[in-house]
């Protein structure tokens, strides 16, 4: 009797490997079939537990992978992933390299051959461990069934610990099919979060208390909501100037707006890198070098920088911080909030120094120009779209020279709600993060923004968007060019090569998967067509003809500049 109520306790692998997704609150499994991971979406499709993950069978695996790492970076939890063996499993590394540079917590789950198979040359078996431990965090191979739920409750805690990234598992067949007979892990427990000491903040006060001129360089990590709304108070009550870097984007808030100074990335020519520039002490909060390297903002070195982060930074000849704090950073600010003085404020002379900066780069803001007939300029594109969007909506953003626009000129309130490739810059993200939001997001607006170039690379899972009826709008910015490419090229030699690819008809593509499709003919009705486009159901497609004549000026030399 015993042993029939052992043997009725019993699960597959693939079984346990849901519970204990179940058991970590996973909503949804991305990924395409196959026969080395069939069993485990068999048991997903036919689970009778009302909580077992949702499976959403995606276009290709890239994309698949892009979809879960946009839960991650929307939610700070792990989006999952889940791939054949062979090709499936090597067509997650772009994605998964993404989310490990950019910090965006996502699992990979990855069909291998039968155990013994490994050592065979066979069908469909490479070295999955091995390959993806160059694009993840972490990376094992499951040898015993009864490891697949540890496996997958460290796999969790390695993609969400600082600094987060992808983690991988490969899983062999027969693993997946085998019996376990071990319990699987429980719900884990969320680390206690730790402050920086308090000799650790009175330092800090001093040198703001001593600084002229102190600038908050806000980064990838500052923009969760623990952290954004710390920050928030801490501008309550002391105003401070911040520049955001790109994936810091919507940080500051509409109640905070003096206090913005602009985003960094790429060239060194905005306002924010001025005022890095002129600053005697940067207090950097939560950045990453892979957004924008000191060696593009820091090329004088600052007279004092300090970094706090949830990580250890890397060190470099450009970046050497006088103080580093390796602690909660919330926990941290709001300490600092309480430890400056009531009194605490920047000099008029500085106050009045940064009311002047803000003027002159007002004054030097680009005017748009008048496009080519038949063609919209991208400010025009942008001023549009700003006034259909509200602080709620999400607007996702490929990369090409449309990504540069946005950075410098789309408006965002929110944090992780204007979303950047800024560490990869890969193309293809943009509508993978759209489906993504709007399924996190359900009852807000969710906008696409891609270059005709880009929109290619994941334009496939326009009907993954279909079929789950996800409100999205996409915009594709057409112009015929990889012209991020092409307008560098031509800053570079005096022309540009290999850039240039054929139409296509985005209209007819769009319909093709029974999406809309709405195409911008005349410049004037722009905005009349972003009307209808919000106010279809199901994914929306608007193909508009842009004019990047402007685009050298994107580049111009306010400061020392730097092509990437």
């Known amino acids: 009797m015993k042993r029939c109520q052992a043997m009725a306790t019993k699960k597959r692998g693939s079984q346990a490997l849901i519970q204990s997704m179940i058991n970590q609150g996973i909503k949804y499994v991305f990924g395409i079939p196959g026969a080395k991971v069939d069993q485990l979406f068999e048991d997903l499709q036919y689970s009778d537990d009302p909580n077992a993950p949702k499976l959403v069978v995606a276009r290709h695996e890239q994309n698949a992978a892009f979809i879960a790492a946009g839960i991650g970076r929307l939610t700070g939890k792990p989006g999952v992933v889940a791939t054949t063996s062979g090709p499936g499993v090597s067509n997650l590394t772009t994605a998964l390299m993404t989310a490990t540079a950019e910090g965006d917590p996502v699992i990979g789950l990855g069909g291998q051959v039968p155990r013994d198979d490994l050592s065979r040359l066979t069908h469909q078996s490479i070295p999955s461990k091995e390959l993806m431990s160059f694009a993840a965090k972490s990376s094992v191979e499951v040898q015993d069934a009864n490891n697949l739920s540890e496996a997958f409750m460290n796999a969790y805690t390695a993609a969400v610990s600082p600094k987060a990234g992808a983690a991988f598992i490969s899983l062999p067949a027969d693993v997946l099919s ?42 990838m990590r500052a923009s969760s909501e623990e952290v954004t709304t710390a920050l928030h108070q801490l501008l309550a009550k002391v105003s401070l100037p911040v520049v955001e870097t790109y994936q810091g984007a919507g940080i500051i808030s509409h109640e905070f707006e003096k206090d913005f100074f602009g985003r960094v990335g790429l060239f060194r020519n905005q306002i924010g890198d001025t005022l890095l520039k002129q600053s005697d002490l940067v207090l950097a909060i939560g950045y990453d070098p892979v957004e924008y390297e000191a060696r593009n903002w820091n090329i004088e070195h600052n007279d004092a920088v300090i970094n706090l982060d949830s990580v ?9 911080p006088d103080m580093v704090i390796e602690a909660d950073i919330a926990e ?77 000129h789309f408006r965002s309130y929110r944090p992780r709600h204007l979303l950047f490739s800024n560490g990869m810059q890969t193309l ?4 993978p993060w759209a489906i993504a939001a709007k399924l996190v997001r359900p009852n807000e607006k969710v906008v696409s923004v891609s270059g005709d170039g880009g929109f290619l690379f994941s334009g496939q899972e326009l009907e993954t968007a279909v079929r789950l009826n996800l409100n999205i709008v996409q915009l594709i910015w057409n112009d015929g060019y990889y012209d991020m490419v092409k307008f560098q090229e031509e800053a570079k030699y005096g022309r540009y090569a290999g850039v240039e690819f054929g139409p296509v008809d985005y209209v007819k593509y769009a319909e093709s998967f029974g999406a809309t499709g709405l195409r911008v003919s005349d410049p004037t009705e722009l905005g009349k067509t972003l009307d ?30 730097i092509l990437n």
């Open 178 to 219: 085998d019996d376990v007979d071990r319990p699987v892990i429980k719900t884990l427990t969320t680390p206690q979060a730790s402050q920086a000491s308090e000799k650790t903040l009175d330092k800090i006060v001093t040198l703001l208390k001593a600084a002229k001129l102190p600038v908050i360089l806000a980064g």
């Open 428 to 431: 293809g993200v943009s509508l």
């Open 312 to 320: 250890a930074p890397e060190l470099s000849n450009d970046y050497q």
């Open 532 to 561: 209808q486009a919000f106010s279809t159901e199901g994914p929306v497609i608007v193909d508009i003809p842009v004019d990047y004549s402007d685009n050298i000026k994107l580049k111009s030399a306010l400061l020392k500049d």
């Open 332 to 408: 941290t600010i709001t300490a600092l909030t309480n430890k400056i003085p009531d009194d605490y404020r920047l000099s008029d002379q500085s106050v009045a120094h940064l009311n002047t900066l803000k003027e002159e780069f007002e004054d030097e803001k680009l005017v748009e120009t008048e496009a080519k007939p038949g063609t919209v300029h991208p400010l025009s594109i942008i001023n549009e779209l700003q006034q259909r969007v509200d602080d709620a909506t999400t607007v996702t953003v490929d990369v090409g020279s449309h990504y540069i626009w946005m950075a410098r």
